[in-house]
């Protein structure tokens, strides 16, 4: 038998249960480090095979809209153009447009429609989560 077979990923449903546990006992978690490490130390008392990693964690409570997330970033400089990602789940953002009284259309900034993320201009890099209960 492989190493790999002595894993289980537990459900979405799973994951957000005991993530909510935490926080409601936490009341702030502030880094995805503590609350994946919190999470599993809580998943192991249910099923020892259980292991959740930190990015789908994150995934999981940014998309239950249960649960919110504050992103520190760190400015780069950069202004975000292309496919631009959410940060915080992981998917497509859309532009937030605007019309100005010339009748130009302009960039505001992105929105992630899966967990409701905004962002400016500007492209910044991730520094540290913050996770509390809704
Ligand atoms: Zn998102």
Redesign the pocket.
Known sequence: MSRKGIYEIPKPEDVLRISIEILEEYGIVSSLKMLTKLVNMRARTENSRWRIGPQRLRKIV?VSKKVEIDVITKETGERLEGDVK?M????A?RPEMNRTLDGDVVVLGYV?G????RTGMEKKAPLRYTFRLR
Not at 88 to 91: D, K, R
Not at 114 to 117: A, E, F, S
């Open positions: 940014a959410c915080v789940c992981g998917e953002m992630c899966n967990c409701g993320y």
